[in-house]
Structures are given as C-alpha cells and as structure tokens.
C-alpha cells in the first residue's frame, strides 16, 4: 500500500474511535506527521509532533532523560520510548509515534549500522511497544520505510 493510502487508513481508525495522535520524530525529520496531514481533515485527530533532531532537542522538548542519552545513545529503544511517552504527553494526545535512527548514508557503526531504526508507540496507559528495523535503502527510502513502519504500528493498534 502506498503511503498517502495508509496514512488514510490510519485516519478513517483514529476518525472512527475519536482519538487523537502527535508524533516526535529524529531522522524522518517530520515526515510522519507530513504523512499524516496530508489527508483532509487530518485536524481531527493530529495534534501536533515535534522534530527533536539534536539530543539537546529531545531533552530540553521531550523530557528525555540525559542518563537514556548516556547509556543508551540517541539511536536505541529506550530513546525512543522516551520520546514517544514524552510527545503524547506535550500534545496530551491518545497515542503518539516516536522515530529516532540512521538514515545514512554515513553515521553508522558495526554497533548501530546505517538504516537502523526504532519505532516506538505510546497510548495512555503507558509504552506499548518499540520496533526495531534495520533498513537497506538509500536515505530517503529509509526514512519512507520508518514512516510506512510507524504508521502500520498505529494501525495494529486501532484495530487489534
């Protein structure tokens, strides 16, 4: 399914049960809520996101804890948990999408390679789930892979 069809999908769910989402985003640099609001009347369930590219960003904007950044680095599952709790709770929204991850094509490692990705969900009874994804494509194909990623997890959601 194509991108604009999916985010339509994700909307006619959210539009049906009356919830609302907000997203923090890192390397798809905002490309999840641009997704999102590309369907009209997207303004009855998107709240708002945030693009926390910078560590300082996701901690001065998210609440990100400085000990997550320590321990963990900005590219890793507990980051982006964080991140997600910390948007649903800015834009006091039912659930919220989180992304944080190396779209390339440098800034790999053999730890943390290029097109590794965290997805995370938050509803509000707390951190749902976090996926991990190791992306093959060039930057942009990484980056519309973790959209279609994070939109596909939302929609499990609603209609699990």
Same mark, same amino acid.
């Given at each position: 399914?194509?991108?604009?069809?999916?985010?339509?999908?994700?909307?006619?769910?959210?539009?049906?049960? &009356? $919830?609302?989402?907000?997203?923090? +985003?890192?390397? *798809?640099?905002? @490309?999840? %809520?641009?997704?999102? /609001?590309? !369907?009209?009347?997207?303004?009855?369930?998107?709240?708002? &996101? $945030?693009?926390?590219?910078?560590? +300082?960003?996701? *901690?001065?904007? @998210?609440? %990100?804890?400085?000990? /997550?950044? !320590?321990?963990?680095?900005?590219?890793?599952?507990?980051?982006?948990?964080?991140?997600?709790?910390?948007?649903?709770?800015?834009?006091?929204?039912?659930?919220?999408?989180?992304?944080?991850?190396?779209?390339?094509?440098?800034?790999?490692?053999?730890?943390?390679?290029?097109?590794?990705?965290?997805?995370?969900?938050?509803?509000?009874?707390?951190?749902?789930?976090?996926?991990?994804?190791?992306?093959?494509?060039?930057?942009?194909?990484?980056?519309?892979?973790?959209?279609?990623?994070?939109?596909?997890?939302?929609?499990?959601?609603?209609?699990?």
């Amino acid at each position: 399914m194509d991108l604009l069809g999916l985010s339509r999908q994700v909307g006619a769910a959210l539009s049906r049960a &009356g $919830l609302t989402v907000s997203t923090a +985003e890192s390397c *798809t640099g905002g @490309l999840i %809520l641009s997704s999102l /609001t590309d !369907v009209a009347g997207s303004s009855a369930y998107v709240q708002g &996101g $945030l693009v926390t590219y910078s560590n +300082e960003a996701k *901690t001065k904007m @998210l609440g %990100l804890r400085e000990a /997550t950044l !320590v321990e963990y680095g900005a590219v890793s599952a507990a980051t982006a948990g964080e991140m997600a709790c910390g948007v649903r709770k800015v834009f006091d929204t039912d659930y919220a999408l989180s992304v944080t991850g190396i779209a390339g094509p440098g800034g790999g490692t053999a730890e943390k390679p290029v097109g590794l990705t965290y997805v995370g969900l938050a509803g509000r009874e707390g951190l749902i789930t976090v996926e991990r994804h190791i992306w093959d494509g060039d930057r942009i194909a990484n980056k519309v892979r973790s959209v279609e990623a994070a939109l596909q997890l939302l929609m499990w959601q609603l209609t699990d």
